[in-house]
């Protein structure tokens, strides 16, 4: 496995002051007090910082928000739509400055994560420009003395808490499609990861009038449960853990205030034999094995490509939707296994700056901790073995920063913890299985229910199993991310409503209303 040296930030550098955004304004905190931003790939270096929000800075946020809204929502679409436009044309002139920033707070690598993370907000922002026509109702059939229709009028202010894993990403599913209905916005970035979130709030206010789009940095304690109690906020969506999640629905449901959470996972992988070209029949392979050579060999190139895009290594399995229970036929059970482990040693680890670094840094000390304590519970589990990794560097280069390894650990049973809890970190569990049957109960065997991922040749066997997992959203032979126009939300504990795509923007940021007319006559 290869290691770079860490070189994003030093003590030297300066330290710079990022604003938060309020009424079309960078400002500062009313309470006068800073918190510091660090970077994750060199431990307990200050790279910036930002304002210590107070929950008189949401109110003033959120005054601003109320103020703009009944011009926002009067706009024609045509404006909005512009509007978000304008704002997609200038994210990218400036995908650099944004994706670098990222990998700086976030610790994600700039080549395999932050960069497709900034060109992603782009994407998004043109996609529901696109669609921010389609906020519209229906005329019912009613007689000629009846018009009776429906409006789909925008909620008002919503409140868009973010995450630290992927701050662009999340905002890109959350913002412009919150915008294009006709509502106004308040971020809450992350205290972790906010830089990103506050250019972006930098270039929205070039192109909204003001108090559109707030943002604001803090707690979450101070900053997310303020706005999830304030009676003048009309929707909070939030993204992260689901015990936060829980918290905040609970603050936003007990004043009956609308609400998404899109919450945690533990996602299962479910390879079958057929997903692997050499474990198909060989009846034929004598008068074929020339011609079939290159594509069976690419067909096995992508089942471990996407077997690793899918596990989210190269975000440091810092993703709810990472693949991280991966289940494997039997009969290939110890191939697929050796070949990922491979893959998963190949990997660079390193300084997240670097273009030829596949996997950064983990985001803090407390997330780095927790994923150090299962893996020491892999290690000592009787019966469990990590073919590659399961343990922190302790020394070189990568102890400087909040660094793990890739690590995959076989021999563990469904019911262990440490293949039922999210541990938000690069680790992987493998488990064989025989029956189809088996397989799906294990799958479905959690609290969880946000991704899951199929790999098998057999449209029969793939689409069949996709309908029995209970997960909200399925990839079959493939691992990417979201893309616009999907619609993207879990089952059970992993959340409520959903985004990405223009159902989710008219059922997330619109609310019905019926209007029935009674006509006059027009007589003989």
């Known amino acids: 496995m290869t290691t770079h040296t860490p070189t994003t930030s030093s003590p030297e550098r300066g330290v ?9 304004e960078p400002v500062t905190s009313l309470g006068e007090e800073w918190h510091q931003v660090h970077n994750p790939a060199r431990r307990e270096s200050v790279i910036a910082r930002v304002p210590a929000g107070t929950v008189e ?25 512009q509007a978000l436009l304008a704002i997609a044309d200038e994210l990218e002139s400036r995908i650099e400055e ?18 497709p993370e900034a060109t992603n907000l782009v994407a998004m922002f043109r996609y529901f420009a696109g669609v921010a026509g389609e906020v519209k109702g229906h005329t019912l059939p009613a007689g000629d003395n009846q018009l009776q229709y429906t409006r789909l009028e925008p909620l008002g202010v919503v409140a868009a808490i973010l995450p630290w894993n992927s701050p662009l990403m999340i905002a890109a599913f959350k913002v412009p499609a919150a915008l294009a209905a006709g509502n106004t916005v308040i971020l809450k970035a992350a205290e972790d990861a906010p830089l990103a979130i506050l250019l972006l709030a930098e270039v929205c206010n070039k192109h ?104 989210r290594f190269t975000r440091q399995g810092q993703s709810c939707t990472a693949g991280s229970r991966l289940y494997v036929h039997e009969n290939i059970f110890d191939e697929v296994v050796g070949t990922l482990s491979s ?45 590659i990794g399961g343990s922190e560097p302790t020394e070189g280069p990568l102890t400087e920063g909040y660094y793990h390894l890739p690590t995959l650990f076989t021999g563990a049973r469904n019911d262990f913890r440490i293949a ?49 997992l209970e997960a909200g959203w399925v990839q079959i032979n493939q691992g990417g991310g979201q893309v616009p126009g999907q619609s993207y939300g879990g089952y059970k504990q992993s959340g409520i409503g959903r985004e990405v795509s223009l159902e989710g923007m008219l059922a997330g940021f619109t609310q019905t209303k019926q209007i029935n007319v009674k006509l006059r006559g027009t007589g003989a």
């Open 98 to 115: 944004f994706a670098k920033l990222t990998a700086l707070d976030t610790g994600n690598a700039l080549r395999t994560q932050a960069r």
């Open 343 to 387: 893959r998963l040693d190949a990997l660079t680890v390193g300084d997240p700056l670097d273009e030829a670094t596949d996997m950064g840094a983990v985001i803090n000390a407390k997330q780095h901790s927790a994923i150090s304590t299962f893996l020491d519970e892999g290690r000592s589990t009787p019966g469990m073995k990590a073919v």
């Open 16 to 24: 710079e002051d990022h604003p938060m955004w309020v009424g079309g």
């Open 208 to 311: 909204l009038p003001a108090g559109v789009l707030n943002a604001l940095t803090g707690s979450g304690s101070v900053i997310g449960e303020a706005l999830a109690l304030h009676p003048g906020v009309d929707k909070v969506s939030f993204t992260g853990s689901t015990e936060v999640g829980r918290r905040v629905g609970g603050h936003a449901g007990a004043r009956l205030a609308h609400q998404s959470l899109e919450l945690g996972g533990k996602n299962p992988s479910i390879v079958f034999p057929d997903a692997l070209s050499g474990s198909v029949s060989s009846a034929t392979a004598s008068a074929t094995a020339t011609s079939t050579a290159t594509s069976t060999a690419t067909d096995d190139d992508e089942l471990y490509s996407g077997l690793l895009l899918a596990s």
């Open 57 to 81: 800075d949401v109110e003033r946020a959120v005054a601003a928000a109320r103020r703009a809204f009944p011009a926002w929502r009067a706009l024609h679409f045509t404006d909005r739509a």
């Open 420 to 468: 039922r809890e999210e541990i938000f970190g690069p680790v992987l569990v493998a488990i064989p299985w025989r029956t189809v049957d088996e397989v799906v109960e294990m799958a479905n065997d959690t609290n969880y229910g946000l991704a899951a991922y199929i790999w098998s040749h057999n449209l029969d066997d793939a689409l069949n199993t996709a309908h029995r």
